[in-house]
């Protein structure tokens, strides 16, 4: 007999797991954690999200004394939901780690893209194409579901038994989704792609247990557990994947003067009144986290990006006020959640130390799928050119970049740069702007100069450094970022367009996505900036809070010029 009470979640502790919890609890279901290999044994239903690197998540399952009960599990035909590295589990093993061998439930592979003919790591939304007539949850194939992985199971005819939708990103076809008998994967995260997602883990808990079969692996059981099953269809290689630009709605969080948290939004940085204005000095107040990051997410925001702006200031790190926003904000929000401002080794006013690492667990685990990280970044690229210079090993191990990343995974690690434009008087004195990277400018400066460089800064724009935004964003790629989230401070809250001449220098020194930030102030400069620059995904604050251009204005406007955008119904 099936009973909600009976879904386990197997969780080894590597990620945010939350939003799936969140998810199954949204849905009127309950979820019990495997505590030991035991509850594997009892459970009538598993849902394993795996996060991180392959490696790391079988020596996990295997050292917890995981492996053997799960393969006793799998064999007993009982309903298995593995997302993303869940799903990967079930294969015979991964390119990411060629000693550690997968369940191997499935024959095949998992194999790491080629990024020369595209961007790696595969994030965003994309459509997942059924190869079967019919499959569970499915209900519509032209909504895109969000992925964020740089490994996959390439789709080969050794495949087309299992492979239940097929994914196109660039030249390459991969497995997005399996079924065999009561075992299902998916390479996307349901739980994060909206509406169609919840109706996918839907189906997965409502459909009934499956009664006892001699052989759970054969097709009579597919068909009486999943019905009508039909032979997979051989997908040829499309001209063209159905990867889709990400429209952001970021939202800058601080507390007012009277210690409230509000979203709030500068000009160039500066987010108070000005004297001409009423309540001048005060914080501009555009309205609570919450409920604004709720808006956007019914308004078709395919990502939520909550920034603490006054991160500098030290808050014991138990308190951190966004962890109660992400709490909040991840029990009702279905998409990818970032969370920026303070990610760097913190000292609490008691004296006690916090790892950057530690820091951005305490985010993951509160709701958190990337943490961005701004000023933290500038010092470790600082210290990575100091390492060339110097003839040393330029990595160390030991910033907070590349731990975030070895625990968490490349795409969960996002810097978040806020450049400004130097112009330069004699573009052949290099060593009066210290050789830094020059863009030619169709925007001369006040004396008519025709060359820029643009300058990191740290403590939200407070302080210059002497780093190049090229610098930076290739040193902190090499480092193991996995996007580059790019404002810029001169376009911050102008609503006059992105800066495209930065934007084109940055996504042509890196091979990671790149989100496009500040300035936008029209549906028209979305357009522009993707393209004009070819950015993964496109950010704005302003004119979203201010109701100008809401989101689905945004989107109607890329989808009649027939860019492709994730439009949604609701
Ligand atoms: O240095 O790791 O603690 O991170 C601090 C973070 O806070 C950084 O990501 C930094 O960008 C951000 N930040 C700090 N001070 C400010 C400020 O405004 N005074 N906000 C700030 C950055 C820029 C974007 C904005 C876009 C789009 N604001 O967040 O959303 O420019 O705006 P628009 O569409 O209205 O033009 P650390």
Known sequence: SSSSSDVYLLD??????????????????TLKTIEAPEDILKAQKILFPGVGAFGHAMSSLKSKGYVEPLKEYLRSGRPFMGICVGMQALFEGSDETPDVPGLGVLPGTVRQFRNDTKTVPHMGWNLAQLTLAQTVGIEDERQPVYFVHSYAVPYTPRQRPWAMTVTQYGDEQFVSSVQRGAIFGTQFHPEKSGAAGLAMIKAFLA??????????????????????????????????DGFTTRIIACLDVRSNDNGDLVVTKGDQYDVRERADEAGAGEVRNLGKPVELAERYYHDGADEISFLNITSFRNVPMHDLPMLEVLKQASRSIFVPLTVGGGIRNVTDPDGRKFSALEVAGEYFRSGADKVSIGSDAVYAAEAYWANVAAGQPEKTGQTAIER?????????????????????????????????????????????????????????????????????????????????????????????????????????????????????????????VIRETGVEATLAAGIFHRQEVPIPVVKHYLTERKFPIRETSA
């Open 12 to 29: 080894y502790g590597a990620g945010n797991v939350r939003s799936l919890v969140n998810a199954v609890h949204q849905l009127g279901y």
């Open 207 to 240: 459909a009934p247990l499956p009664t006892a079969l001699k052989n759970p692996f054969d097709l009579e059981l597919e068909q009486t557990y999943w019905s009508k099953v039909t032979i997979p269809r051989d997908m040829p290689l499309l001209p063209q």
């Open 404 to 528: 975030i990343a070895q625990a968490y995974g490349a795409q969960a690690v996002v810097v978040s740069v806020d450049p400004r434009r130097i112009y330069v008087a004699d573009p052949d004195d290099r060593a009066a702007y210290n050789d830094h990277h020059l863009i030619t400018t169709r925007f001369p400066g006040p004396q008519g100069e025709t060359h820029c460089w643009y300058q990191c800064t740290v403590k939200g724009g407070r302080e210059g450094r002497d780093l190049d935004v090229i610098q930076l964003v290739v040193a902190c790629q090499n480092l193991g970022a996995g996007e580059i989230l790019l404002n810029c401070m001169d376009r911050d809250g102008t609503n006059s367009g992105y800066d495209l001449e930065l934007i084109r220098a940055v996504k042509a020194a890196v091979s990671i996505p790149v989100i496009a930030s500040s300035g936008a102030g029209t549906p028209e400069h979305f357009a522009e």
